[in-house]
């Protein structure tokens, strides 16, 4: 029985973070076919977002294991305020270090690269990332709030539907072609990825929502199946 439960808890976790990792792959990989220039200056945007991301990602696991905690005691209150906070500290940290991002970005890249080719590019792309940051961190915070109310399965299937259905067709459209806008290049595959944890953010935010609204009976029931 325990087995099961963890099985049945962690499989779609699992399963969540190979999407995530896998479409990041993919994504190194498409922007490596633009040239070494292009693949450098992808690569300085990908660590960076990958860097400031981390704040979020921590908060992620707090709020976990604040939120199962006071479900678990059957204080329900609590936990939607656990929650609640979680997501305004990440937030306003994420605005914090959006804005860092983008008032220091010359000096952030010439950490990695002085050619000025790849300077240029990386410093756009991470400006689009720190459009972003906002929305990431909102999924990412939410995300650790459905894992305590055991919520795992529709974690994974917003995720694929983020990643997969929209956030990497649409990047290969507008980077490489002109069917909605003329080819814009590795941006493209940015402007994509602020639509798709835009809409990861907004589901999952809606989702929350739903479970802060059950009652102490049904929080009951569904942390205990």
Request: positive net charge; proline residues 3%; hydrophobic residues 50%.
């Amino acid at each position: 029985q325990p087995l099961a439960a963890i099985v049945k808890i962690g499989l779609p976790t699992a399963l969540q973070m190979m999407v995530v990792n896998l479409s990041y792959c993919i994504l190194a990989g498409m922007c490596n076919t633009f040239g070494v220039s292009v693949a450098a200056a992808a690569g300085i945007g990908l660590k960076v977002n990958t860097l400031v991301a981390m704040p979020c990602w921590s908060l992620g696991q707090a709020v976990t294991a604040m939120v199962g905690q006071n479900l678990g005691a059957g204080r329900l209150e609590r936990a939607r305020l656990s929650a609640r906070t979680a997501l305004c500290m990440g937030a306003v940290s994420s605005l914090i270090i959006a804005a860092c991002t983008a008032l220091f970005r010359e000096q952030i890249v010439h950490i990695y690269n002085d050619d000025p080719a790849v300077t240029a590019l990386a410093m756009s792309l991470l400006l689009l990332g720190s459009c972003y940051q906002l929305v990431d961190a909102l999924q990412t915070i939410s995300i650790g709030i459905l894992r305590a109310y055991n919520d795992t399965r529709i974690i994974s299937l917003v995720c694929f539907t983020s990643y997969w259905i929209i956030g990497l067709p649409l990047g290969f459209t507008l980077a490489r072609t002109d069917w909605l806008v003329p080819a814009m290049g590795p941006a493209g595959f940015w402007i994509s990825y602020i639509v798709a944890l835009g809409f990861g953010a907004l589901c999952y935010l809606i989702r929350v929502h739903h479970l802060h609204g059950l009652d102490a009976e049904a929080v009951r029931r569904r942390i205990q199946r």
